[in-house]
């Protein structure tokens, strides 16, 4: 399916809403005293209000995905995996999120200027580059066959936020943030960034198939064993 102007600005705006209100900013508590600690500024994904906030961003935005993870589950799970038209639209949505967190990363900048910035939040804890766990990948998988469930079987609007908040902690669904918060601030920690987005997306999606696939065989094997 070809991406439209109205797709790509349905999506750019609700990566924006989500980063800005959800997604956040962390701000000194006094500007001139570090040692005062910080405080965050935004809902935050696994909360009531974010899960809230998130439901309603999908239904204002509609048919946008605004989540990394989900745009991979949708695109690995569709029926054509040959077809080109959805690769590439699947590629400018991961794009858009990103160009949308920029966005609000610069307005939330603006509206905060004592926010912690990146090399001072770097220096405190630097971003080690991505490994491969085999149990974090179990779970995200894990996570990708549920949501992918959710997804295709749940008609209720707010299943899927609930969803997303309550794996919150397991799936990285701020990794477009994360990317506009490294673009902006050079490449050094890339491939810190890049991979995670690109990798966990990647394995939500195969968790989600997987879990279609199951799903499928054990239809079959029912529908076997009624004839």
């Known amino acids: 399916m070809e991406m439209k102007?109205?797709?790509i600005m349905t999506e750019l705006g609700g990566a924006f809403a989500v980063t800005w209100l959800i997604f956040g900013i962390t701000v000194w508590n006094v500007a001139d005293d570090p040692t005062m600690g910080t405080s965050f500024v935004?809902?935050?994904?696994?909360?009531?209000?974010?899960?809230?906030?998130?439901?309603i961003a999908w239904m204002a935005f509609s048919g946008a995905d605004i989540l990394p993870p989900i745009?991979?589950?949708?695109?690995?799970?569709s029926e054509d995996l040959t077809d080109q038209n959805m690769w590439t639209a699947t590629i400018i949505?991961?794009?858009t999120q990103?160009?949308?967190?920029?966005?609000?990363?610069?307005?939330?900048?603006?509206?905060?200027p004592d926010y912690v910035t990146a090399a001072i939040a770097w220096s405190a804890n630097p971003p080690v580059d991505y490994e491969i766990a085999i149990w974090s990948i179990v779970g995200l998988i894990a996570?990708?066959?549920?949501?992918?469930?959710?997804?295709?079987?749940?008609?209720?609007d707010w299943a899927m936020p609930i969803a997303v908040m309550a794996m919150?902690?397991?799936?990285?669904?701020?990794?477009?943030?994360?990317?506009?918060?490294?673009?902006m601030n050079g490449t050094e920690h890339a491939i810190a960034y890049t991979v995670p987005w690109l990798v966990d997306g990647i394995v939500i999606g195969v968790g989600a198939l997987m879990g279609m696939k199951i799903d499928e065989m054990i239809a079959s094997v029912d529908d076997a064993s009624e004839e």
């Not at 745009?71 to 799970?77: E, P, Q, R, S």
């Not at 990103?98 to 905060?112: N, S, Y």
């Not at 919150?168 to 673009?183: P, R, Y």
């Open 143 to 156: 996570a990708g066959a549920v949501l992918g469930q959710i997804h295709s079987k749940v008609e209720n």
């Open 98 to 112: 990103v160009m949308g967190a920029i966005l609000a990363t610069i307005m939330m900048a603006k509206l905060q």
């Open 42 to 55: 935004g809902l935050g994904m696994a909360t009531l209000g974010g899960m809230l906030a998130l439901g």
């Open 5 to 7: 102007i109205k797709d």
């Open 168 to 183: 919150a902690g397991l799936v990285n669904f701020e990794s477009a943030s994360d990317m506009a918060t490294m673009i």
């Open 93 to 95: 949505r991961l794009i």
């Open 71 to 77: 745009t991979w589950m949708k695109a690995i799970t």
